[in-house]
């Protein structure tokens, strides 16, 4: 279980390692690239805007790396949550202020709204949780519940391979699988949560991704050669 957990710790570390060389190579001008990362040409406000997206998606995994479990269910899984939620509505605070399609600029404002609220809501279900008896073993990631927020963690690690041609593509791509992830951790609430309170804003919150993500699926086809 030490071994995954230093895995993790590493990979995280790569991940800032490989947003840092981006973001020299855009202002550097390097002409190196690996195989699978095509060469992009971006305007200075673009790849200013594209690394900021990137490092909000790094800033959110590095704090959930980070935090504490308290060994109940309820509170793990919320706090988790709260992070996650806190992360999207970075992003969308930076193609509000980026970005250029009016359309995404609509869905960010909507997401900075909504998961801005839920983060409220999730902190008086925290403050609720505070004194909760433990109901399952934070450092068994083998099975239960354990294993679930391992494999959550890895999967938000397993960033988009496409080269995002500029700020709005990188909102739609990345906030595509911030979603994504933001549904498997849903999952894991309703599976593992105790609260019906906190399920049922779960079940809410996993409709609402499921229709944002289909939304930018549909952007993203419908400006591909952008």
């Known amino acids: 279980m030490k071994n995954r957990f230093i895995l993790s710790l590493v990979a995280v570390a790569a991940i800032f390692a490989s947003c840092q060389n981006q973001q020299k190579n855009n202002q550097t001008g390097d002409s190196t690239m690996n195989a699978d990362t095509p060469a992009h040409t971006m305007t200075p406000a673009a790849g200013e805007a594209d690394s900021a997206m990137k490092t909000s998606m790094s800033k959110m995994m590095e704090n ?3 935090l504490k479990k308290s060994g109940n269910a ?28 009016s359309e995404l600029k609509k869905m960010a404002q909507k997401i900075k709204d909504m998961q801005g609220k839920e983060v409220d809501d999730l902190d008086k279900l925290i403050s609720k949780y505070k004194d909760a008896q433990k109901n399952y073993d934070p450092e068994n990631t083998d099975q239960g519940l354990g294993k679930a927020m391992s494999d959550n963690m890895m999967s938000m690690m397993q960033m988009p391979q496409e080269k995002a041609a500029g700020v709005d593509h990188e ?15 849903g999952q894991a609430i309703l599976q593992y949560a105790k609260d019906p309170m906190f399920k049922s804003m779960t079940e809410k919150m996993i409709a609402d991704q499921q229709n944002e993500i289909t939304e930018f699926q549909k952007w993203m086809a419908a400006n591909s050669n952008q």
Not at 74 to 93: C, I, N, P, T, Y
Not at 94 to 100: P, T
């Open 64 to 66: 959930m790396h980070q």
């Open 74 to 101: 309820d509170h793990d899984l919320a706090v988790a949550m709260r992070e996650h939620h806190k992360g999207a509505v970075d992003m969308a605070s930076v193609e509000l202020e980026k970005g250029s399609d």
């Open 171 to 185: 909102f739609a791509m990345m906030m595509a699988k911030h979603h994504a992830d933001g549904i498997k951790m």
